[in-house]
């Protein structure tokens, strides 16, 4: 069975500070796709990544950036100098192709707080 | 502006009165999906589509309905609400199945009393 597990439930912060977001996540497939999604204050879910199994390279998007290491089966995701709007709950989720209903299997969250 | 849809985002209710929450989506996804969240529990899927006329329960469909008679809408039918329905839900879409991230509508938080 698939399983994402986002250990910190709450991690806060003061604007320009650096935070990392944790994501340990379990699965039997070979073959999987990885993503992190952003959900602000209004209450949408915002995609914000997707890594496939294959691609460990790390992504840098502004000041965004994603850390992927199969072989500790983690996808970690670092905000630099946060800021204010920064402010959300993030969630890892995990989609394996092969089961039923490309059900995205979520975390959490990580609820994130961006103090001026 | 390539966008999932909902209708409507907030709803009162009272137990037994049925109610549609409507999904559309304007990129021509084959797949879409609603999930429900909940303190506690997260996001859980209700049911998905694959596409036309395909339809499938997810982890939680008890008391819900959906239908796919067009592409682009993917309605959520709840024939007879009850207080346990009580939840944000969100409509998603992707590409196709499998590897393409699903992009989610705004959600629609439902109160049934």
């Known amino acids: 069975a698939q399983k994402v597990t986002q250990a910190q439930t709450e991690i806060s912060v003061v604007e320009k500070e650096d935070v990392t977001l944790d994501c340990v996540y379990e699965?039997?497939?070979?073959?999987?796709?990885l993503f992190w999604y952003k959900q602000p204050p209004s209450g949408e879910l915002v995609f914000l990544i997707r890594r496939n199994s294959f691609d460990e390279q790390n992504e840098i998007s502004g000041r965004y950036s994603w850390n992927f290491q199969k072989s500790t089966s983690s996808f970690n995701f670092t905000i630099t100098a946060s800021q204010v709007v920064d402010s959300a709950v993030y969630f890892c989720?995990?989609?394996?192709?092969?089961?039923?209903?490309?059900?995205?299997?979520f975390g959490g969250g990580t609820r994130v707080l961006v103090k001026p | 502006e390539a966008q999932v849809t909902q209708n409507p985002r907030y709803l009162i209710t009272v137990t037994g009165k049925k109610l549609t929450v409507t999904c559309s989506q304007n990129m021509n996804h084959e797949y879409m999906s609603w999930y429900r969240q909940d303190p506690g529990l997260g996001l859980r899927q209700i049911y998905y589509?694959?596409?036309?006329?395909?339809?499938d329960k997810g982890d939680v469909p008890e008391g819900y309905k959906v239908s796919r008679k067009e592409k682009r809408n993917f309605p959520l039918i709840l024939e007879s609400p009850s207080p346990n329905q009580t939840s944000l839900y969100f409509c998603?879409?992707?590409?196709?199945?499998?590897?393409?991230?699903?992009?989610f509508g705004d959600g629609t938080r439902l109160s049934i009393l």
């Open positions: 589509s694959m596409n036309v006329e395909v339809t």
């Open positions: 989720a995990l989609s394996d192709p092969g089961a039923a209903g490309n059900k995205l299997t």
């Open positions: 699965t039997r497939d070979t073959t999987y796709y």
């Open positions: 998603a879409s992707s590409l196709s199945y499998g590897n393409q991230p699903q992009h």
